[in-house]
């Protein structure tokens, strides 16, 4: 639903502070972006791909003792211990449910996403779903997105993430936490500590912890965050959910990571399909 008189795009254009922000800091919040419907379409729509993922068939393999499973649609990741039956991340998942595909399109993501791209045409890089339950929801140590990417993309500096918390975060559920300021020195070293993810986690004597900043924020909030942001979050020590949706965006009409296709944006507000 748009206010009378004033276009989309300029109600959720990047603003001058937060493009200063994302600049120096390497990340930017908007809080309370979403409203309860549009949540309560969300979460039913996640619960969903989670509950499908669950009983999918497919490739299992174990990395680092951490168990993997790899079906025709997307990867689905355990939680970080043995026999783990809970699932922790869905990566990808837009074509999962037509809700969270139409998600992708949201104005809310895509205009910002514009701005920090500085170019019109926006693409979906990739996207993942991490569930963080009550009592049971592990970390994950600090890290950059760009390794990872780094052997699939050669622009990695042009992936912009935002995330999307599905409920209220804190420090007892767990909630992202980043490194201000750390995607100013690029890709940073990767631990070597002979396990075969250690080089994806980064290096710590390459960074200040103390710069770590707690995304402490409502449910519907953003965070918009670099690829070379160094970012992780604590355990869920609570009995709350800390569920949470990242988007990657890069430039349009090049292909996703994971699906051997181009999802160009639109926009086209999830709160339409809400008011409809």
């Not at 379409?41 to 068939?57: G, K, N, P, Q, W």
């Amino acid at each position: 639903m748009r206010r009378p008189g004033i276009h989309t795009e300029e109600r959720y254009a990047l603003t001058p502070e937060e493009a200063r922000q994302y600049q120096e800091d390497g990340f930017f919040v908007r809080r309370a972006a979403f409203c309860d419907e549009e949540l309560a379409i969300l979460r039913e729509a996640v619960e969903e791909v989670v509950r499908s993922a669950a009983s999918s068939s497919g490739l299992t393999y174990e990395i680092d003792g951490n168990r993997y499973c790899e079906t025709s649609q997307t990867t689905v990741q355990y939680e970080h211990r043995p026999e783990a039956k809970t699932i922790r991340v869905v990566e990808p998942f837009h074509h999962l449910h037509s809700d969270l595909d139409r998600l992708v399109d949201d104005p809310r993501l895509t205009e910002p996403i514009r701005g920090i791209l500085g170019c019109e045409a926006v693409a979906l890089w990739t996207e993942k779903i991490n569930c963080k339950r009550p009592f049971e929801g592990s970390g994950f140590r600090w890290h950059q997105d760009s390794p990872y990417w780094s052997h699939a993309c050669d622009e990695t500096d042009r992936l912009p993430n935002v995330m999307i918390a599905l409920d209220d975060a804190a420090e007892q559920n767990g909630c992202f936490r980043i490194i201000r300021g750390s995607h100013r020195a690029g890709f940073l070293p990767g631990l070597e500590d002979q396990s075969e993810l250690g080089p994806l986690f980064t290096d710590p004597r390459y960074f200040n912890e103390s710069d770590q900043v707690a995304a402490v924020v409502p449910a519907g909030s953003q965070v918009f965050f670099s690829p070379h942001s160094v970012h992780g979050s604590e355990p869920n020590r609570s009995d709350h959910q800390r569920r949470a949706m990242i988007l990657t965006y890069q430039p349009g009409d090049r292909r996703m990571f994971k699906i051997d296709e181009v999802r160009n944006v639109g926009s086209e507000p999830l709160r339409s399909q809400v008011a409809s």
